[in-house]
């Protein structure tokens, strides 16, 4: 999943000669908190409803209102704006663009080219967007957590119970996280499934798999057979 495939492309940007009073207006009318900051149709930095915030707060408490939306009048985005900003290419994939979000603590940033042009924004929410697709919940149905086996078509022994249920795979993630070594967690989100064969799957379960628990999205009904951390440690 590219970012280029989820990202804003309809970008909502403003020059760096444009004042605070500018930006702040663009964020209430689109319901953002970033704006690009273009300088000769370049990417110069980013301005956000924080830097806002910051820039005004230390006179708050001295001036009147008068007074403050004058000054927010007469400063320029250029001023307060975050020069050189982090970006990601627009091949990046959404992973790597949520561990750079995470790592650097913003809620989104602009999508460049290989130039460094222009292309979108990807923000938090587009990644949200991004990870229910993902995992499929949109279609409903019963997602399981399973503990099993790192080994060939240990996987695949446990979907073939689902089929013969009657169910249709969604989704299928898995993860060694927090896992002993030759383990792997996985989750497996199934729809069309014969609710009566939820107690026959997890009673066939094969050797070596262990039912972590399973959610059933359309019967709101929730089973959690052991979400322990000693649940983790062997199948």
């Given at each position: 999943?590219l970012?280029?495939?989820?990202?804003?492309?309809?970008?909502?940007?403003?020059e760096?000669?444009?004042?605070?009073?500018?930006?702040l207006?663009?964020?209430?009318?689109?319901?953002i908190?970033?704006l690009?900051?273009?300088?000769?149709q370049r990417?110069?930095?980013?301005?956000?409803?924080?830097?806002?915030?910051?820039?005004?707060?230390?006179?708050?408490?001295?001036?009147?209102?008068?007074?403050?939306?004058?000054?927010?009048?007469?400063i320029?985005?250029?001023?307060?704006?975050?020069?050189?900003?982090?970006?990601?290419p627009?091949?990046?994939?959404?992973?790597?663009?949520?561990?750079?979000l995470?790592?650097?603590?913003?809620?989104?940033?602009?999508?460049v080219?290989?130039?460094?042009?222009?292309?979108?924004?990807?923000?938090?929410?587009?990644?949200?967007?991004?990870?229910?697709?993902?995992?499929g919940?949109?279609?409903?149905?019963?997602?399981?957590?399973?503990?099993?086996?790192?080994?060939?078509?240990?996987?695949?022994?446990?979907?073939?119970?689902?089929?013969?249920?009657g169910?249709?795979m969604?989704?299928i993630?898995?993860?060694?996280?927090?896992?002993?070594?030759?383990l792997?967690?996985?989750?497996i989100?199934?729809?069309?499934?014969d609710?009566?064969?939820?107690?026959?799957?997890?009673a066939?379960?094969?050797?070596?798999?262990?039912?972590?628990?399973?959610?059933?999205?359309?019967?709101?009904?929730?089973?959690?057979?052991?979400?322990?951390?000693?649940?983790?440690?062997?199948?």
């Amino acid at each position: 999943m590219l970012v280029c495939n989820w990202m804003s492309r309809e970008v909502v940007t403003i020059e760096h000669n444009q004042s605070m009073q500018d930006a702040l207006d663009l964020m209430k009318t689109h319901s953002i908190r970033m704006l690009p900051v273009m300088k000769r149709q370049r990417l110069a930095g980013v301005v956000t409803d924080r830097d806002i915030k910051r820039a005004s707060a230390s006179d708050a408490t001295t001036l009147d209102i008068h007074e403050l939306n004058y000054l927010i009048a007469k400063i320029k985005v250029a001023d307060i704006m975050t020069p050189d900003p982090i970006c990601v290419p627009w091949d990046y994939t959404i992973e790597e663009c949520a561990e750079l979000l995470l790592r650097h603590k913003i809620s989104g940033v602009p999508v460049v080219d290989h130039d460094g042009r222009l292309q979108g924004v990807i923000t938090q929410s587009d990644i949200f967007k991004a990870l229910l697709a993902l995992t499929g919940i949109g279609s409903q149905g019963v997602q399981f957590g399973l503990l099993v086996e790192d080994r060939p078509g240990s996987i695949m022994e446990v979907t073939n119970l689902m089929r013969a249920a009657g169910g249709r795979m969604v989704s299928i993630l898995s993860t060694y996280e927090g896992v002993a070594s030759g383990l792997r967690k996985v989750y497996i989100r199934v729809f069309g499934l014969d609710r009566d064969q939820l107690d026959w799957i997890r009673a066939s379960l094969p050797a070596g798999a262990r039912l972590l628990y399973f959610v059933d999205h359309r019967e709101n009904r929730r089973q959690i057979v052991d979400a322990s951390p000693a649940a983790q440690t062997a199948a």
